[in-house]
């Protein structure tokens, strides 16, 4: 069922990811009235999947989050289609670890921009957007390392925690003017977990989650979907936990 009898244009960063992948199919499956921008940087499989299924309804945008002009530039393109920008999902991101005393500069700056700051010029392009309808839902993807930050995150968990801050900051600025901002921290994602984790480590991790599990990406979709839909109108500033119980 659609949440939205107008069409509206969706964008979501990160989406050759599998939970951007996810995402973007959720809003295309539920919205059939409404368009998708996937923004890439590299990768494109999944991306071009959804364009071949869903012809003239998903676009694959080239974005650089952390790059002011790109973002610049993918608003254009949306502007062009018609439909306003009404949904931002910045799900973009990535880590780098290690322990703080032997952290390179680089990797503590390459982590914060590509987390923070990249979250920052998204919801600045998307609010200015958004301001002139009066209408919008930004959800950003952060992470519950932003709640509970593990040894060797240091950068990465405190990227995060900026993005939770800076979604309940924005969520104050925005409220009058229909717009919400709210945020969601997954623990580990089914088919996204870390690179080079062992088999003994992933049967670990899932044996000190209560539902003996990981979240699907699907999960996680739906309540995105449900952030960016109508019936979550005086949801903003929230931060949803979903760890299946871990903490």
Not at 154 to 160: C, E, F, P, S
Not at 165 to 190: C, D, F, W, Y
Request: glycine fraction near 8%; charged fraction near 15%; hydrophobic fraction near 50%.
């Amino acid at each position: 069922m659609s949440s939205t009898a107008a069409a509206r244009s969706i964008l979501v960063t990160g989406a050759n990811g599998v939970l951007g992948h996810a995402i973007a199919r959720i809003f295309l499956e539920r919205e059939p009235e409404s368009l998708v921008f996937m923004g890439t940087r590299s990768g494109r499989d999944r991306v071009e999947a959804l364009i071949s299924e869903y012809p003239g309804r998903a676009f694959a945008v080239a974005l650089e989050v952390t790059s002011a002009e790109d973002w610049s530039q993918v608003l254009t393109q949306i502007e062009q289609h018609g439909a306003p920008l009404a949904v931002l999902v910045n799900n973009a991101g990535f880590h780098d670890d290690a322990l703080l005393a032997t952290m390179s500069a680089d990797q503590w700056t390459s982590v914060i921009a590509g987390n923070l700051n990249s979250v920052f010029l998204g919801c600045q392009t998307a609010v200015n957007a958004m301001m002139r309808h009066r209408f919008g839902r930004i959800v950003n993807i952060a992470s519950l390392s932003a709640l509970h930050g593990p040894a060797g995150q240091t950068n990465y968990a405190a990227a995060k925690a900026g993005v939770l801050g800076l979604t309940q900051s924005l969520a104050k600025e925005t409220a009058r003017m229909g717009i919400t901002v709210n945020a969601i921290a997954p623990a580990h994602i089914e088919g996204a977990l870390p690179a080079g984790w062992a088999e003994e480590q992933i049967k670990a991790a899932r044996l000190q989650t209560p539902m003996r599990r990981f979240a699907r990406p699907e999960e996680i979709a739906a309540v995105v979907f449900f952030l960016a839909s109508a019936d979550a109108s005086y949801i903003t500033g929230a931060t949803l936990k979903m760890d299946g119980g871990l903490v």
